[in-house]
């Protein structure tokens, strides 16, 4: 019992840090479209406001500086996260005082910079902490987490301020004060283990007494035994991971992706969400234009479908490790985006069908999101995992921002039809690629 309260513990504050980094995410990628738009600006000028978040690019090439560099007496992690977290407190603060759009892109790009460098550091963090059993919930949490913020950032905090007439740059004060008590009750008391879980892939044997099988008193004396002799080796361990430096962490991730599972993975992973973010992108533009307010927009993407997309993140936690689901919630993602572009046929469509398709949407990314991460977290390796994890997201990463680039031109040139249509089949043909690779998703320990 003890146990399992001090895992749900971990497990909480680290989805306090994703929160964090989700606030910033929220508002540039789910509010701030919105209201440029309502200023004027054209769907080409709204495509490139991904390019704000391109300090997210960079990480995967400071992750191996972050992995092999930290201060012994704060930890290895949290050596990074509190003054991340602390320089992120001060740039929202600012951020509410500014009113130059230029000054608040600046400042726009410093968070970013902040919360992804501590995203590589937090992904350490959790696959630190993760066993074989909590896996899939510490991936749970971690979107979960972070889409709360996103939530929280793009749309309470917006539809808030609409109903009590403040401008918009108050919520940045507000996301402060969320960074601070995270950074209070999250962050500091936080306890790193002290030398990385068990391997996420090795297998676990339960029995219904929660002992393995054949472990009497006397086995169980000896691990006790065997733990105490080990953790004097912990040091040694992290002086290892130090001496090898950045090289040693870059070269186990060019080494596993010389197999072809992972590279099978890395295609799919850089694919997968291409159809759905670019209809995600100009979809709330699409809106806009079809004369919804900016309150409502942020009401029903913000609030309601993030719900949802939570929702179904919180159950792909207990699904991802059953390879064959992954196939089918990739062809189920497929659905919401054909009715999507089904609207643009439909201008009579009432709020409730729109509602209907958006909720249904973040169901099945939240979904099939967490099935996809928790395979990626389980191919990276436990010495490196931080720099290794952080190269695979940001191959995930890369692919959701050439689409959302792509977006803009597509709607801009050809309308929004053959945009979201376009998404549509992109959707399909990645996920004929999963179906063809199904039978080799199986986690590989590395």
Request: with cysteine; hydrophobic share 50%; aromatic share 10%.
């Given at each position: 019992m003890v146990r399992r309260q001090s895992e749900l513990a971990s497990l909480l504050r680290i989805g306090g840090m994703y929160f964090v980094q989700g606030l910033p995410v929220g508002f540039f990628s789910k509010q701030l479209p919105v209201q440029l738009r309502m200023q004027g600006y054209s769907l080409k000028q709204?495509?490139?406001?991904?390019?704000?978040?391109?300090?997210?690019?960079?990480?995967?090439?400071?992750?191996?500086?972050?992995?092999?560099?930290?201060?012994?007496?704060?930890?290895?992690?949290?050596?990074?996260?509190?003054?991340?977290?602390?320089?992120?407190?001060?740039?929202?603060?600012?951020?509410?005082?500014?009113?130059?759009?230029?000054?608040?892109?600046?400042?726009?790009?410093?968070?970013?910079?902040?919360?992804?460098?501590?995203?590589?550091?937090?992904?350490?963090?959790?696959?630190?902490?993760?066993?074989?059993?909590?896996?899939?919930?510490?991936?749970?949490?971690?979107?979960?987490g972070f889409k709360a913020g996103v939530m929280v950032g793009g749309g309470l905090l917006a539809t808030a301020c609409d109903a009590l007439g403040l401008p918009f740059q108050f919520s940045f004060h507000a996301m402060a004060a969320c960074v601070f008590l995270v950074l209070l009750f999250c962050?500091?008391?936080?306890?790193?283990?002290?030398a990385p879980a068990a391997p996420a892939s090795a297998p676990v044997q339960h029995?219904?007494?929660?002992?393995?099988?054949?472990?009497?008193?006397?086995?169980?004396?000896?691990?006790?035994?065997?733990?105490?002799?080990?953790?004097?080796?912990?040091?040694?361990?992290?002086?290892?991971i130090k001496a090898?430096?950045?090289?040693?962490?870059?070269?186990?991730?060019?080494?596993?992706?010389?197999?072809p599972e992972v590279l099978a993975m890395l295609v799919f992973v850089a694919t997968y969400k291409t159809g759905e973010v670019m209809g995600d992108t100009m979809f709330k533009p699409f809106l806009v234009d079809r004369g919804i307010g900016a309150a409502d927009i942020a009401l029903w993407s913000g609030v309601y479908a993030m719900c949802c997309s939570m929702a179904g993140s919180m159950l792909g936690g207990r699904i991802a490790d059953a390879s064959a689901w992954v196939a089918r919630v990739a062809l189920l993602n497929l659905v919401p985006q054909v009715l999507?572009?089904?609207?643009?046929?439909?201008?009579?469509?009432?709020?409730?069908?729109?509602?209907?398709?958006?909720?249904?949407?973040?169901?099945?990314?939240?979904?099939?999101?967490?099935?996809?991460?928790?395979?990626?977290?389980?191919?990276?390796?436990?010495?490196?995992?931080?720099?290794?994890?952080?190269?695979?997201?940001?191959?995930?990463?890369?692919?959701?921002?050439?689409?959302?680039?792509?977006?803009?031109?597509?709607?801009?040139?050809?309308?929004?039809?053959?945009?979201?249509?376009?998404g549509a089949l992109c959707t399909a043909a990645t996920t004929m690629l999963l179906f063809a690779k199904a039978p080799h998703h199986k986690h590989h320990p590395h």
């Amino acid at each position: 019992m003890v146990r399992r309260q001090s895992e749900l513990a971990s497990l909480l504050r680290i989805g306090g840090m994703y929160f964090v980094q989700g606030l910033p995410v929220g508002f540039f990628s789910k509010q701030l479209p919105v209201q440029l738009r309502m200023q004027g600006y054209s769907l080409k000028q709204l495509g490139v406001l991904g390019f704000l978040g391109f300090p997210w690019f960079l990480k995967v090439f400071v992750a191996p500086y972050i992995d092999t560099h930290w201060s012994v007496r704060l930890g290895r992690r949290k050596s990074w996260i509190i003054p991340l977290q602390a320089l992120l407190f001060v740039i929202m603060v600012l951020a509410g005082l500014v009113g130059s759009p230029l000054q608040l892109a600046l400042l726009i790009v410093a968070m970013n910079f902040c919360t992804a460098f501590q995203d590589v550091a937090v992904d350490g963090l959790a696959i630190d902490t993760a066993t074989p059993a909590t896996l899939g919930w510490v991936n749970s949490v971690q979107i979960v987490g972070f889409k709360a913020g996103v939530m929280v950032g793009g749309g309470l905090l917006a539809t808030a301020c609409d109903a009590l007439g403040l401008p918009f740059q108050f919520s940045f004060h507000a996301m402060a004060a969320c960074v601070f008590l995270v950074l209070l009750f999250c962050v500091l008391p936080y306890a790193e283990p002290t030398a990385p879980a068990a391997p996420a892939s090795a297998p676990v044997q339960h029995t219904s007494h929660g002992v393995k099988e054949g472990e009497d008193s006397s086995t169980s004396e000896g691990k006790r035994k065997s733990k105490d002799k080990s953790s004097g080796s912990n040091h040694e361990h992290d002086r290892e991971i130090k001496a090898g430096g950045v090289w040693s962490s870059i070269a186990t991730i060019a080494r596993s992706c010389r197999q072809p599972e992972v590279l099978a993975m890395l295609v799919f992973v850089a694919t997968y969400k291409t159809g759905e973010v670019m209809g995600d992108t100009m979809f709330k533009p699409f809106l806009v234009d079809r004369g919804i307010g900016a309150a409502d927009i942020a009401l029903w993407s913000g609030v309601y479908a993030m719900c949802c997309s939570m929702a179904g993140s919180m159950l792909g936690g207990r699904i991802a490790d059953a390879s064959a689901w992954v196939a089918r919630v990739a062809l189920l993602n497929l659905v919401p985006q054909v009715l999507r572009a089904a609207l643009v046929l439909l201008p009579g469509a009432g709020p409730h069908v729109v509602v209907a398709v958006m909720c249904l949407e973040g169901f099945t990314g939240g979904l099939l999101t967490t099935c996809v991460f928790t395979w990626m977290m389980a191919n990276a390796s436990k010495d490196y995992s931080a720099s290794h994890f952080t190269f695979f997201a940001t191959v995930e990463a890369t692919g959701k921002f050439l689409a959302q680039a792509a977006s803009g031109l597509i709607a801009h040139h050809y309308g929004y039809g053959t945009m979201f249509a376009a998404g549509a089949l992109c959707t399909a043909a990645t996920t004929m690629l999963l179906f063809a690779k199904a039978p080799h998703h199986k986690h590989h320990p590395h």
